[in-house]
């Protein structure tokens, strides 16, 4: 560590361009997760970032991401989000601009029942992309 930054408040900004987010990450089918931020990136210690992309008519598998709070951005399309609340399934209905926050733990998946790609970006609170595949959301 130089002289500048011995005091941990002069350390550079990172920057990572659209065409180097890698697809080295956690993966689900039925959608591509796109890796930006995180510890292997950029060396960040208490968040991920990234996108998603969802095909137009195709639905991810169930899964969840462990420990880590996961917020959504929905950038383009009309994802829909779904999880299981007593023992039924709820459907959120999402268009650019929105935001969904998913609890740790919390099964779920995307669906996108419309003819454009779907494409959101993801915020964790981990600096790496934690992903459970599952059987299904109960």
């Known amino acids: 560590m130089t002289e500048e930054h011995a005091d941990g408040w002069h350390q550079p900004l990172r920057h990572v ?17 796109r890796e930006a931020i ?3 990136t950029v060396g960040s210690q208490r968040v991920w970032m990234g996108q998603t992309h969802v095909a137009p008519r195709t639905s991810s598998g169930d899964h969840h991401h462990g420990d880590s709070e996961t917020a959504i951005h929905v950038l383009r399309g009309h994802p ?22 998913v ?36």
């Open 38 to 40: 995180s510890a292997k």
């Open 17 to 33: 361009r659209a065409d180097d987010l890698t697809g080295d990450t956690g993966q689900t089918s039925g959608m591509t997760r």
């Open 80 to 101: 829909v989000f779904v999880f299981a609340q007593d023992g039924e399934e709820v459907r959120l209905a999402t268009g650019p601009g929105d935001y969904v926050f």
């Open 103 to 138: 609890p740790p733990h919390t099964p779920h998946r995307e669906e996108n029942p419309t003819d454009e790609e779907a494409v959101v970006v993801i915020a964790r609170s981990s600096q790496e992309a934690i992903v459970v595949n599952l059987p299904g959301l109960t």
